[in-house]
């Protein structure tokens, strides 16, 4: 039986990212993944580290998001710095286009709200009418009307991110198991037992980072936890020449030269197939907003399942009856990856997680459940 300080099930971005993080606090970290086999959000994200637009209806979700944000830089230079691996990011502000005048002013609207849930005094996104946006995107689409731009976000390579995370846990001593999918988690004591289909572990702490996997994981200790798939598909076109200057939130060219197009959401399920009609949805959106994209090719399409809680907000909470415990949702893997690492491990580690970020803990999912 193999002992270690904590072990974190679930080896994609919130896994990695809070692995890393519990090294930084020295103790002994082991991660249990099933492998590629898993639905990985990781590998289907668009890679942007977003504040835009997030926290409507929950100001703590709007200042979590911008508290990580803003660790960023730091973030990406620290991996960088340790494993050699450029994640590609960058911060220059992004833009989120409308096609209506209407569109733009209920955009308005949200934002404002979210600006005055967070107590600012003088908003952190301008609105663009359409001279504006032409001026920074020479060959937009006629159907463009305006766009709100947040200099707050930025983009990365998740894969690339993932990557790196994986080498600097290893480099730090941390131990990586694939092919280890979980069958049991039981009360030893003081201490967790954990069995997987290949070996058995004691530790203090649990972190449950399985996406979507959680809730079954959840179940099997008494816990309810209401997660749903929700499906993402991604197209990747072939490398052109740089094309478009700026990041916007759904169409985005990489380093490379490469354009991603996304922006789907569909609840079908456990299925990560792709699908004629939102490839042509999501193309379709992208060649109204570009023209010019009409005449690239699309070398790649994927999908990918989110998990999402049932009110789109993260979860971090202890498992009632099994403190010892500690599960971890979110859909925003990207853009928390920072604040996984420095904040949420210094408190797993500390044995403080809860008291800070109350407001993402199961039970205002079990009340909103009972009405």
């Known amino acids: 039986m193999a002992d270690f300080d904590a072990i974190v099930v679930g080896g994609g971005l919130t896994g990695m990212s809070v692995a890393y993080g519990l090294l930084q606090r020295r103790l002994t970290v082991a991660v249990i993944d099933e492998g590629d086999v898993a639905h990985r959000a990781s590998r289907g994200t668009f890679g942007l580290v977003w504040a835009q637009s997030k926290g409507r209806a929950m100001p703590e979700y709007a200042r979590w998001t911008r508290e990580s944000v803003k660790l960023w830089p730091a973030f990406a230079e620290e991996l960088h710095e340790r494993t050699g691996i450029d994640v590609a990011y960058s911060n220059d502000g992004g833009y989120m286009f409308a096609f209506s005048e209407q569109e733009l002013e209920q955009r308005k609207s949200v934002y404002d709200e979210i600006c005055a849930g967070l107590g600012l005094k003088h908003p952190d996104y301008e609105i663009l009418d359409r001279k504006a946006v032409v001026a920074d995107f020479p060959g937009i689409g006629d159907a463009v009307r305006g766009a709100t731009f947040c200099p707050l976000d930025g983009d990365c390579n998740p894969l690339a991110l993932l990557h790196a995370l ?97 922006d789907s959401h569909e609840d079908v399920g456990i299925n990560d197939l792709t699908t004629a009609a939102t490839i042509r949805s999501i193309a379709g959106r992208a060649v109204k907003t570009f023209p010019f994209l009409s005449s690239l090719r699309i070398v790649r399409s994927w999908a990918c399942l989110r998990p999402m809680p049932v009110d789109g907000f993260p979860i971090y909470d202890r498992i009632p009856r099994h403190p010892g415990v500690i599960v971890l949702n979110t859909h925003s893997g990207v853009t928390l990856a920072a604040a996984h690492a420095r904040i949420i491990a210094t408190q797993i580690a500390d044995g403080t997680l809860g008291k800070a970020i109350r407001h993402f803990s199961i039970n205002r999912l079990d009340v909103q459940a009972t009405h």
């Open 166 to 262: 994986h080498k600097a846990f290893l480099i730090d001593g941390g131990k990586y198991l694939p092919g280890h999918r979980l069958a049991e988690i039981v009360q030893h004591g003081s201490r967790l037992v954990l069995r997987t289909t290949c070996s058995r572990f004691e530790t203090d702490r649990i972190v449950l980072a399985a996406g979507i996997g959680n809730a079954r994981i959840a179940q099997s200790l008494g816990c309810s936890l209401p997660l749903r798939p929700l499906r993402g598909q991604i197209l990747v076109s072939e490398r052109a020449k740089p094309v478009i200057p700026r990041l916007t939130h759904a169409v985005r060219q990489t380093k490379e030269g490469s354009i991603m197009f996304g």
